[in-house]
């Protein structure tokens, strides 16, 4: 049976990834397809489920930065969108359900309430997943939708200790204690090297965190997310997240698997389902306009209320308890699953042309923008620039400061992430903020004195983004991208990149010739003292 779940799981995976959707549209659909075909969930598949939630707080946590959730865009905009979508959601659940619609015609006002709160989380397993796979996690709007996304969760962590009547322990104030221990999780990491021990570190350390708060009658994935802000300043945060990253991935797909097991819905459900799906539109327009009242560009409030547009796993919980307590009928939750996974699938679809398609409505887009912007997004002009490194990275970096020592000053460095822009700003670099995908920020730097552009990215969906904006910027340089894998590194050659360095058999052939540079300048050394 366990290879019955891997063969529907990497066949629908392999499917969709062949018609250029995410994979986990495959598992979503293999959980449907098993479900209908009467296979029983494993034993173990809602551990999986869970485990990889809680993998993916914690990475969360050691990604996050605790100051973006005080700033107003994020707290201001999740606590208004809760409040304005789910007044303006119930009133419409009322309205189906004075039209007879199945389901609807049996929902109450206070019923129409809960329903409307359920659905007015977004999905932090979507959503970050997609992030994550398209480079944007340290992004302006990426970081806004994690911020929104940790709020909500907060949120409903609240609300199932009030609904439940479950008051957390009185030994929640020895919580305090974590701030005074953080030095000892610090000292653990650091000890922990950079082999198998680390990835076993963070189990520990993830895992750890949920139970404690499980015995103090918490939600145990917030302890998760709470373990990781604790180590997120520690300088083996990052390496600490991409070691997990293949596991939490790994589990994840038991989570959309577990989605189609909810229950196989009937024509009345399906039709309530699409009744909710037609409001995701709503839930956009909701965030957009908060975001841009908060005055967010135009560009960050369009690309994080996309990301923000679905329903959420945080909903089906919501739904679980209001069902337990009579407050809804069974019905709602086939009918929310339904929903959360047709969400899904709109957003993996839509995020995948979101630059896309925000290049192509920019003008109208931006004629909502606030005229007097935030000062975190104010934009920078590179004076005296010749040469642009984009992706400040290990391998970024490297190259940045090799053309430094090489032609000095005439070398600039861009990167999306603020924090490691700050860190090297403090050095006295000449780095500045920005996001190569950002189409605005291509028209109004002036590229006439720039004659080399290096695309330090990881993915090649950005670079290969980032080429397009630039020539149709009217960019007349020259642009140098790295690769990892060869099939990779032809396609960005067939797109316009003039120089392609493979990252494995460059970093061969660099290390060679370093190598033999110290054999030639021992011999000179040699060849002067000599008499």
Known sequence: MDFVWILFAFGCGLGVR???????????????????????PADGLQTLADLGITLMLFTIGLKLNLRDLFKLEVYG???????????AVAVIALGLGALALPHFAAVDGEGALLLAF?????????????LEENG????????????????????????LAFATSELPSFWIV???????????????????????????????????????????NLKGDLG?????????????????????????????????????????????M??????????????FLVFFGLFILFRLRARSSYLASLALTNYSEFGLIVTVLCVDAGWLEPQWLVVLALAVAVSFVFTSIVQRSSHKLYSRHKALIKRFEHPVPLVEDLQHEPAGAEILVIGLGRVGKGAFNALRDEVGEKVWGMDSDAERVKQLQGLNLPVFKGDGEDADLWENLDLAQIQLILLALPSIGDVLNITQQLKRSRYAGRIAAIARYEDDRNTLLAN?????FNFYTEAGSGFAEESLALIVRNEARRADAEP
Request: charged share 10%; aromatic share 8%.
């Open 118 to 130: 359920a659905c007015s989380f977004s999905s932090t397993v979507c959503i970050v997943k997609l």
């Open 224 to 268: 998760a997310l709470v373990a990781g802000l604790l180590l997120s300043q520690h300088s083996k945060s990052g390496e600490l997240a991409k070691a997990l990253l293949n596991f939490k991935d790994l589990f994840l797909i038991g989570f959309f698997l577990a989605i189609g097991f909810i229950a196989l819905p009937d024509w009345a």
């Open 496 to 500: 316009g990149i003039d120089r392609v």
């Open 136 to 159: 944007e996690m340290k992004t302006r709007h990426g970081q806004i939708a994690i911020g929104i996304l940790v709020v909500q969760d907060i949120a409903a962590v609240l609300f």
């Open 77 to 87: 905009g999740a606590s208004s969108h809760l409040l304005l979508w789910s007044g």
């Open 18 to 40: 062949i018609v250029s959707l995410p994979p986990l549209v495959g598992y979503l659909a293999a959980g449907f397809i098993l479900n209908a075909l009467g296979v029983r």
């Open 270 to 283: 399906i039709v309530s389902a699409l009744m909710l799906t037609l409001l995701l539109p709503l839930k």
């Open 174 to 216: 020895s919580l305090l204690l974590l701030i005074p221990a953080r030095p000892l999780l610090y000292r653990i990491m650091s000890q922990a090297g950079h082999g198998e021990l680390l990835p076993l570190t963070g189990f520990f350390l993830a895992l750890g965190g949920y139970e404690l708060f499980e015995l103090l």
